[in-house]
């Protein structure tokens, strides 16, 4: 079993929808939790941390289960731009390495 | 740009052919590490540095991988005798000291393919 695993998706959705993301991960030491965001080809981009009291940034809504060992990323309103990979992202303690999911694929259609 | 940079791209060799990757970290991070990402997958963790000691490294970071920061500064990545296996994208993250989370910027990363 994976220590992070995420839906590969893809989502292709229309402009304006909302759309969900769902993580989960098995290491319940994991401290630090990110979705991060990778345009095809390029290097993965930091999108938002993710806290135990949920956090928002814009359109994008970030929320963590501890209990559940699950993280969830809710875009509002998508945009043609929010087509990418999204990889869920946790890590051990600070300053540890980063353990990532496969990524799920988003694709914003017109 | 103040980024994280790597060195080549993009690197073509032959199977048994040695190769050498080179990341220069954000001025004044302490902290670097080295990835690699296969299509269809999240980048795995290799080996991590803070400073110039090698903290941590991978079971994935076979006998043929080896990586140096030899003044803290920038790093060198060398696979040996590269097999087609080896054929993945290698990232290079840097990260401060002092990050209340543990936010890595990443490089663009070197797109290794082995014939």
């Known amino acids: 079993r994976k220590e992070v695993e995420q839906d590969p998706g893809p989502f292709n959705v229309p402009e304006g929808a909302t759309v969900a993301f769902n993580c989960t991960y098995s290491n319940s030491a994991s401290q630090s939790f990110f979705w991060y965001r990778q345009d095809c080809r390029k290097e993965p981009k930091l999108l938002m941390s993710?806290?135990?009291s949920g956090n928002e940034d814009g359109r994008f809504t970030a929320q963590l289960n501890r209990a559940s060992q699950y993280i969830s990323l809710l875009i509002r309103d998508s945009k043609l731009s929010d087509s990418a990979t999204y990889l869920c992202?946790?890590?051990?303690?600070?300053?540890?390495?980063?353990?990532f999911g496969a990524g799920t694929i988003l694709r914003v259609k017109s | 740009d103040t980024g994280v940079s790597q060195n080549p791209r993009h690197k073509i060799t032959k199977r048994g052919q040695n190769v050498t990757f080179r990341c220069d970290p954000i001025?004044?991070?302490?902290?670097l590490y080295w990835y690699r990402q296969t299509l269809g997958q999240g980048p795995e963790f290799l080996t991590y540095f803070q400073n110039e000691a090698q903290l941590e490294k991978s079971r994935l970071l076979s006998d043929r991988f080896s990586a140096e920061r030899p003044k803290g500064s920038f790093s060198t990545l060398e696979i040996q005798r590269t097999e087609q296996g080896d054929s993945a994208m290698y990232l290079c993250?840097?990260?401060?000291?002092?990050?209340?989370?543990?936010?890595?910027?990443f490089g663009p990363g070197t797109r290794l393919t082995v014939l």
């Open positions: 993710v806290y135990s």
């Open positions: 992202v946790v890590s051990a303690a600070y300053g540890n390495k980063l353990v």
């Open positions: 001025s004044e991070h302490n902290r």
């Open positions: 993250a840097s990260s401060p000291a002092g990050t209340p989370n543990n936010e890595q910027f």
